[in-house]
């Protein structure tokens, strides 16, 4: 056999093999979906994530006409969850409920993750946003955001706050707060919201920040206070609590949200796939039920966007906790 028909058949047998590979793929996007959809979720069972994965998962099976299963792997960062996302098939038979950490904050601060989000990543769908409270101790003689940033300056090194874990979205936006207003403070890691709303409780530490739906149970108790939160104007999910706008600290609106939430797959998820999970993600954050879960028990801003926007509103975020990363003081 001379040298040009042995090329010729290894180039057929690659194009063959090419197009072989193609095939499948091609036909499991056009018929999309045929087999039921898996969504990891980082989180254990019964967090916001979790809630907010099996509400979206329940109305995708009802659209799409094929089960939907949530399957929970929590762990450090969400890297169970995030490894198995990033191995699977680009197909649209592996997705991930997302939320700010994954995409943004612990990529931002951690060099040492084994994913690039914008890299490893298909953004499909932002679903949600919420905002944060600043709480304070009962004990603490303030009663608004800029009387607790006078009483830290007047009594430097005598107050404390808690966050959620160091280099989390309370870390983060605290000590963005600490940088654009002068406010001065000590910071006390615990490992949840629940932990900061308990050592408020406790006076343990004098002021923290957490998700507007972990604070409203101990508000309505009256066992912390609320000086503010960290949207513009004050949000319906807190009558009465002034936003940073109204209380004249514009500088720290860079905060908003607290966290998103959305749906992602892997990487190299076909275009009609990604469109198809889109338009299904929209369409269920429209429906009344799903609103009043989502906004009346959850206390969530319901939003709807494209890939390209929720990609775009991601990057954003990682840009501001990569900066607000360089003030943490470990």
Request: charge should be positive; include cysteine; proline fraction near 8%.
């Amino acid at each position: 056999m001379n040298k040009f028909r042995r090329a010729s058949l290894l180039y057929c047998g690659c194009a063959a093999l090419t197009v072989a590979a193609w095939q499948p793929i091609h036909a499991v996007a056009a018929d999309y979906p045929s087999r039921p959809i898996k969504i990891l979720a980082g989180i254990a069972p019964g967090g916001t994530v979790d809630i907010m994965a099996r509400l979206y998962g329940q109305q995708l099976s009802m659209l799409l006409g094929t089960p939907v299963v949530v399957e929970n792997k929590p762990g450090a960062y969400q890297v169970p969850a995030i490894r198995a996302l990033i191995s699977a098939p680009p197909d649209g038979y592996t997705l991930f409920f997302t939320n700010a950490s994954a995409v943004a904050l612990a990529p931002a601060t951690n060099a040492d993750l084994p994913y690039n989000p914008f890299k490893d990543f298909s953004f499909i769908a932002q679903i949600a946003n919420t905002s944060s409270v600043l709480l304070v101790s009962p004990e603490l003689p303030v009663k608004s955001m800029r009387e607790l940033i006078s009483y830290s300056r007047a009594n430097p090194g005598k107050i404390s706050y808690a966050s959620s874990g160091l280099g989390t979205a309370s870390n983060l936006k605290i000590e963005y707060l600490k940088g654009a207003t002068g406010l001065d403070a000590t910071h006390i890691p615990y490992k949840a919201d629940v932990d900061v709303i308990r050592a408020l409780q406790g006076n343990t530490v004098q002021f923290g920040m957490v998700p507007v739906q972990t604070a409203k149970g101990a508000l309505s108790t009256g066992t912390v206070r609320a000086v503010g939160v960290t949207s513009p104007a004050s949000t319906k999910h807190l009558p009465g609590v002034p936003g940073t706008s109204e209380m004249g600290i514009k500088a720290i609106e860079v905060m908003e949200p607290y966290s998103f939430y959305g749906l992602i797959g892997p990487a190299g998820l076909p275009r009609n796939v990604v469109d198809k999970l889109n338009a299904a993600i929209n369409k269920i954050s429209a429906m009344p039920e799903v609103q009043t879960r989502m906004v009346d028990i959850l206390a969530m801003d319901v939003v709807t966007t494209t890939p390209e926007q929720f990609r775009k509103n991601g990057q954003a975020e990682f840009n501001k906790a990569k900066e607000a990363s360089k003030l943490i003081k470990p």
